[in-house]
Every structure is written in C-alpha cells, then in structure tokens.
C-alpha cells in the first residue's frame, strides 16, 4: 500500500466516522443522564430521510439540516415522554422508535416522492459539499505535509468539522461546567440531585434533548453530505455500532472520538477490502470485517479488555420519594 | 393492594393500548391520502376472507408464536432478549443441516430431527449473551443486539460458501423431498374441495400450539417456572431462598433461544424448504412486540401472534392493490410496542385513577 492509498483510506474513515461520532456523543449525553437510548439508529433515519427531503423540496440543504435536527427531536421527545415522564422501559421505547423510522420514512417518502421509498437525488446548494481550507491548493506540493493536509484535512464538508469539535465541546460541558457536572449526576445517583433542588426531570429532558440535536446532525449528514439523497434503511446499523463505540469508550469522549475513528476505519477497510487483501497477503472476507465492531464490542463487553462500567442509574427511571 | 381488578390490567388495558395504536395507523394512512376504512375492509377480506388468506396468515402468526414465545419467557425472568432475530437465523442454519445431511426416511422423523436442530441452534446462539450476562455482567440487550448482526454476517457466509446451492443465489440447495412437511393444503383436501390451496401454513403450526401449552406449563407448574418468576420480580430475594441466577439467566436465555430458533421450522423446512439469506425478515423483532401485548402469557402470545399474522398477510394485500406501501406494518408494529411497552404507564395511570374513584364512590 502506498502513501497516496493510506491517506485516500483514512480520508473515507475520517467520513464514515463523523456519523458514527455525532452518534455516539449523541448517546452519550443520553446515558451520561441516566437514559439508556437504543433508538440512536431510528433517530437518525428520520433526520436523514427528513433532511433529504425538505433539502430536495426547498434546495437548501441547511434548511434540509434543520428538518433533520427537528424530525430527530421529535422522537426524542417521544423516547422523553415515555422514559421519563412516564417512567416507562427506555429499551423497549427506543425498539419502538427505531421502528417506527423504519416504516414511517419508507411509507412517507413513497406517498411524497413515488420513487419507491427514496427521495430525489440531491445537488448543488440541496448538499453538504466539500469545503477547501485555506491553502490546500498552495501547499498541496510540499512533501509529506502537503498531501496530508489537502487529502485528509481540507476538503471535507462543514459538518465533519462540527463533529470533530463536538468531541472538546463535549468534554467541556461533561466536565467544566455546572450543567455537566449535574448532568452525570443525574445518570449516577439522581436521589442526590434532586436532594440538591435540582430537577431531575428537567435535566433528563435537557440531556435526551441534546441527543437528539445531535443525532439529527448525524442523520442530515448521512443523506446530504455523506451521500445524495435518503434511500430506504440507510443508517444501516449505524446507530448500533455508535453505541458499540460509547460502550468501546466507557462513556467518555475523546475515547468515543478514538473508538468511532477505529469503527470507521473498519468500514472503510470493508469497503477497500482490495487494498487490505495488498497489505495482510491474503483475502480477507469483507462480511468478517463489517461485523468487526460488533465482535470487538462483546469482546469488551465480556470484560477482557477492561471492565466498562455504564453510569449507575441508567434505565432506571426516577420515582420521587413521597 | 391492586387498585384495578385482574380482567382491566389483562383485558381492557392491551385494548386500550391497541385501539390507541390503530387510530394513530389510520392518522398515518388517511394522511398518505388513503381512507383508513377502506383499508381495514381491505385487510379483512385479503388475510380473512379465504382459506388461502387464512393459510397465510396462520403461517406468520406461527412464526410470530414462536419468537414470542422467545421473548415472553426472558420477559418472566425480567431479561430482554432482543437477538430472537439472529437466534432464528442461525435455528435455520441447523434446520438446512439437519435436512441437507442427514437421509430422512419420513417427515414426522425429519419435523423432530430439525426442531432438535433448531432448537439446539437457537440456544446456542443465545448462550453467549447469556454467559456474558450471567459471568461477566455484560448488558443481554446489547450483546443479543451485537449477535444479531453476527448473525447475519455467519448466515452469509455459509450461504456463500460451505452451503451454497450451484448458481448465483445465496442460498442452500432444495431439501430432499422427504423431509417436505404437510402443507395445511395437503392436510385438508377433501377430493373436489381444496382449502389453503397455494399458502403456505403447515403442521408447524401446530408445534407451535404445543410449544405454547409446553411453555404454560413450564411457567406456572414447575419449580424451575417458580424460580424463574421470583427472579424476575426479585434477584436479590430470589438469591436469598437459595435460586442461583447464574442457572435462571443461562436455563432461561437457552430455552428462549430454542424457541426463537424453532420458528426455522416453520419458514425454512415448511415454507421454502432451503435455506436462504435473510430468512427471517424482522419476525424476531416483532417477537417483542407479540410478548408485549400478549403480557408475556402463552395464550396471550398466541392472540398476538395471530393479529399480527393478520396484519401481515392484509398488509401484504394493502400493498398489492393499494399505494400504501408494507412498511406500513412496520409502523403499526412499532405503535404497538411504544403503546402496549413503553407508553404502558400513560394508559394505566388514568385507568387507575378512575378505578380509584370507582371504589371510593362505592365506600
């Protein structure tokens, strides 16, 4: 494998990873207050699917983004309502959404478009595209340097850098600000929290809230950055795996960042399997390689590789004491 | 100490949930610019209104019996076992084993070959999840979500390699004809009048019927049904008399992911009698909706399990003469589990209140 195929294949794993990433903190803030949250994947469907749409309608893809973030709050509040308000199971609530993504994006988007459940392809001002940093073309010649930054730095669309600044953004509220600090509360012992006077309910919502921002990013990401266009299941699993990744990091971020950067360049070497054929000497079977992530999460899990420890009140819901 | 009488928790609050769900279907249809009551009439008359519809919807409500059944036991012993999906993947696996190589002489021999095999596939499928869960503390809803998706990727991978039929397709060669189950078309055929004729129900059907008073039993008559409803409502005062979770999860998890295979039976050896990829089609997931709507009881799984039979099979009608796409099912599956799972309390509060009220205007 030469310099220009490595950097070409950590260029797609920084791609494939932004979904993943926004995802996983997505998730992140959900768990980290005590809300278990499967429905990740649903979430970004229906972001992805609304995203699309409304950015094929309007051709404007921020509005298209907006959608997305709104589609994705929706079932977030719906997760909220259910887990929180009324204290029902978030595991079972999250199935349920994920679901009802599944169906409700094919059967909109068939009545809407009559394309067979995918909308118009995008182009134009209706997609994400890639932005040229500052000096990519001057220095695209110096050695080493030059090619790195023009190939895997510069050239990606706005929405890959918004993750990448997701992750320090997220530790600072995680850990620097009052708001964090009650947040992970809330997820480890929210007796004490609302002891405190603080509303746990409020914070639950605020965190579910947040997740769902997040997801909605990720979602709108997927149908007009990464691709053109929402196509029936596109998450493809996607939501799972970024929760494979939280799980990977222990619920912390710049480990979620390494963890979803790991995953995606799995899947970039799945679909470069070419390549990894070039550099292992041998053919390496790609199905093996797509289900990598989930392997290495029960590996985890099983607790080889150090134990992961979720925050201690998750999936519980909160009762008062009366 | 119960504020509402047995029948409104077991009866009136699955209705409620139900009529709450298909009014939100029919918002969702009559706003994809179709009317509602014609699609219901629709439904009626294509998975009721012949023997062929019945035939086939009695063949998904069989599946859906026994991913239900799957998920109704670990429900008992509070485990959620979401991986029926790849556990009935894998069921099918050992049932295209069992039928590819082993020379059966008659089909009842091969029906009990092939549930063993399923069965034993399932369970073992689930067994890691339940180790994990049992040893090591790993969460059961992620690992059994992880191994669905391993699941998948091991289907494939047989199906493109050590079993693969010769030809493009993914999938195993014909079973052998003697291991042909009886079709309900070949059970009830009376000379000049055929029923089920071309569906595809089979004598699976009535495993699953046994498999549902089998799991009855087991829940309500026997001591290892005790243990594993104690643990389910207390691990900690089912630990103290003495019950050793570590036994509950593992029994519980295997005998979940038997059944879940088992369903391998019903649409591998009785439907397309090969193994192919995706054989499953989402039935293990509506397994969790089924055991939550049939409140995790046999006979209520099996009220379940055939309404979601017939919203299959007038699902698939609704696609055929209608716009409304079958990814409608989808949603109305989904309603039901945000309805009769997670939303349960939205309706069982208000229920109670006016229950409440009912007893103190008597007093």
Redo the contacts between chains.
């Keep these: 494998m030469d310099f220009a195929t490595l950097l070409q294949m950590l260029d797609a794993t920084l791609r494939l990873a932004t979904p993943l990433l926004l995802a996983c903190l997505a998730g992140l803030f959900s768990e980290r207050a005590g809300i278990f949250d499967?429905g990740l994947e649903g979430k970004m469907l229906a972001a992805a699917f609304l995203s699309a749409a409304i950015a094929a309608v309007t051709g404007n893809v921020w509005l298209g983004l907006l959608a997305g973030i709104g589609a994705s709050m929706i079932l977030s509040a719906?997760h909220g309502?259910?887990?929180i308000t009324?204290?029902?199971?978030?595991?079972?609530?999250g199935?349920?959404?994920?679901?009802?993504a599944?169906?409700?994006t094919?059967?909109?988007a068939?009545?809407w478009f009559a394309q067979g459940?995918r909308t118009p392809q995008l182009s134009g001002d209706a997609r994400f595209n890639p932005i040229e940093l500052p000096f990519a073309e001057a220095l695209q010649n110096v050695p080493v340097i030059g090619p790195i930054y023009y190939e895997l730095i510069s050239g990606h669309t706005i929405l890959v850098y918004v993750a990448l600044l997701m992750v320090p953004l997220t530790w600072w509220i995680l850990f620097q600000t009052r708001f964090g600090l009650r947040l992970r509360a809330v997820g480890e012992n929210p007796a004490a929290v609302d002891t405190a006077g603080v509303s746990v309910i409020w914070l639950r919502f605020a965190a579910v809230g947040i997740c769902g921002v997040l997801c909605g990013i990720a979602g709108a990401y997927l149908a007009t950055a990464l691709q053109a266009g929402f196509v029936k299941d596109m998450s493809a699993?996607r939501g799972?795996i970024a929760?494979?990744a939280l799980?990977f990091a222990k619920w912390r971020p710049w480990y979620a960042l390494y963890a979803c950067l790991l995953f995606g360049f799995l899947q970039a070497m799945s679909l470069r399997s070419d390549v990894v054929a070039g550099v292992v000497g041998f053919q390496v079977?790609g199905?093996?390689l797509?289900?990598l992530p989930?392997?290495l999460?029960?590996v985890i899990?099983?607790?080889f590789v150090g134990k992961?420890i979720?925050p201690r009140a998750g999936g519980a819901p909160y009762v008062k004491e009366r | 100490m119960d504020v509402m009488p047995k029948w409104a928790d077991v009866v009136l609050i699955p209705l409620i949930s139900i009529l709450l769900a298909a009014i939100l279907s029919a918002l969702?249809i009559l706003?994809?610019?179709e009317n509602p009551w014609a699609a219901l009439k629709l439904m009626v008359s294509g998975a009721l209104g012949s023997t062929y519809g019945w035939g086939y919807t009695l063949y998904y409500a069989t599946n859906f019996i026994f991913t239900g059944l799957a998920v109704a036991i670990a429900f008992h012993a509070r485990l959620?076992n979401?991986g029926g999906e790849g556990q009935a993947l894998i069921g099918g696996l050992g049932v295209a084993v069992i039928c590819l190589f082993i020379p059966w002489p008659h089909w009842t021999l091969a029906l009990l070959g092939s549930a063993i095999g399923a069965a034993l596939f399932g369970a073992a499928w689930a067994a890691?999840p339940a180790f994990?869960q049992a040893k090591?503390?790993?969460?059961i809803?992620?690992?059994t979500?992880?191994?669905n998706?391993?699941a998948?990727?091991v289907l494939?991978?047989f199906l493109i390699g050590a079993l693969k039929a010769p030809g493009m397709e993914p999938a195993t060669p014909r079973f052998p004809e003697a291991t042909h189950l009886p079709s309900f078309q070949d059970m009830f055929n009376f000379g000049e009048t055929t029923f089920f004729r071309g569906a595809p129900a089979n004598v699976t059907f009535f495993v699953a019927i046994a498999a549902c008073l089998f799991l009855w039993i087991l829940i309500w008559k026997t001591r290892l049904g005790y243990e594993l409803r104690s643990f389910g409502h207390s691990e900690s005062a089912a630990k103290y008399a003495g019950i050793s979770p570590t036994k509950i999860i593992m029994v519980t998890m295997l005998i979940s992911g038997g059944l879940a295979g088992m369903m391998a039976i019903n649409n591998v050896q009785g439907e397309a009698e090969r193994l192919v990829l995706n054989a499953v089609e989402g039935a293990g997931?509506i397994g969790?909706a089924v055991a939550?709507m049939g409140r995790s009881h046999p006979f209520g799984v099996l009220l379940a399990a055939l309404l979601f039979g017939f919203l299959y099979q007038g699902g698939a009608e609704l696609a055929l003469w209608t716009?409304?796409?079958r990814?409608?099912?989808?949603?109305?599956?989904?309603?039901v589990?945000?309805f009769t799972?997670?939303?349960?309390?939205?309706v069982r509060?208000p229920l109670e209140r006016l229950f409440l009220a009912m007893r103190r205007a008597k007093t």
């Design positions: 499967i719906v309502l259910a887990s009324f204290r029902g199971n978030q595991l079972i609530s199935v349920a959404i994920n679901f009802l599944a169906g409700l094919v059967v909109i068939q009545s459940g699993g799972y929760l494979a799980i079977n199905q093996f797509d289900v989930y392997i999460t029960v899990l099983a607790g992961a979720p | 969702v706003a994809i610019g959620f979401i890691i994990l090591r503390g790993s969460h809803v992620i690992t979500i992880m191994f998706f391993i998948a990727a494939n991978y997931f969790i939550l716009s409304i796409p990814e409608l099912i989808i949603v109305i599956q989904a309603l589990i945000l799972g997670a939303l349960d309390n939205m509060m």
